[in-house]
T-cell receptor, first 112, second 114 residues
Framework: GQSLEQPSEVTAVEGAIVQINCTYQTSGFYGLSWYQQHDGGAPTFLSYNALDGLEETGRFSSFLSRSDSYGYLLLQELQMKDSASYFCAVSNYGGSQGNLIFGKGTKLSVKP | EPEVTQTPSHQVTQMGQEVILRCVPISNHLYFYWYRQILGQKVEFLVSFYNNEISEKSEIFDDQFSVERPDGSNFTLKIRSTKLEDSAMYFC????????????FGPGTRLTVT
């Protein structure tokens, strides 16, 4: 079977740093994506790792270790608007097809 | 900025009825997808579509479902005979060639089956 595990909820304060972990077990793996979804909204792409290491995009960074089947999303300088659900998603095909298999999501609550 | 659009935003239907959900993907994208999300749960892949044919489909996408690209802009999902458990938010998404990990999602259609 295919599974992605991530914490269901995380709470942090404004200005803090939070890390959301994701472990995966899938048949075929090309990369790990992260999506943000505000309540009532659509998923929005944040970041993608195909190779081991850290990818940085502004306040957000994502890390991948293929050997450990593990990745994380790091959010720095948290703002209230970062309160949302964050999903890791595996691409188990190469760039030519690429349906995404999503984790169950981590609900991040940012407190003042 | 180009975006994926979906209509209607909310559809209420009776069990056993057929529904068609419509999507207009981003114009230069070549890959199209349908996902669904039951309230409070994860996003689930239904089907991917490329070059006018289904690329892949999940176990959820059974014979009750079909997709079509009737013209150069629209992409539709049809559910032939809706069941109560089909109630969910349905998202259409599209992506560029070679960047299928970066999918652009529409705002969704909330389907309620009564």
């Amino acid at each position: 079977g295919q599974s992605l595990e991530q914490p269901s909820e995380v709470t942090a304060v404004e200005g803090a740093i939070v890390q959301i972990n994701c472990t995966y077990q899938t048949s075929g793996f090309y990369g790990l994506s992260w999506y943000q979804q505000h309540d009532g909204g659509a998923p929005t792409f944040l970041s993608y790792n195909a190779l081991d290491g850290l990818e940085e995009t502004g306040r957000f960074s994502s890390f991948l270790s293929r050997s450990d089947s593990y990745g994380y999303l790091l959010l720095q300088e948290l703002q209230m608007k970062d309160s949302a659900s964050y999903f890791c998603a595996v691409s188990n095909y190469g760039g030519s097809q690429g349906n995404l298999i999503f984790g169950k999501g981590t609900k991040l609550s940012v407190k003042p | 900025e180009p975006e994926v659009t979906q209509t209607p935003s909310h559809q209420v239907t009776q069990m056993g009825q057929e529904v068609i959900l419509r999507c207009v993907p981003i114009s230069n994208h070549l890959y199209f997808y349908w996902y669904r999300q039951i309230l409070g749960q994860k996003v689930e892949f239904l089907v991917s579509f490329y070059n006018n044919e289904i690329s892949e489909k999940s176990e959820i996408f059974d014979d009750q479902f079909s997709v079509e690209r009737p013209d150069g802009s629209n992409f539709t999902l049809k559910i032939r005979s809706t069941k109560l458990e089909d109630s969910a938010m349905y998202f259409c998404a599209s992506s560029e060639r070679g960047r299928t990990y970066e999918q652009y999602f529409g705002p969704g259609t909330r389907l309620t089956v009564t």
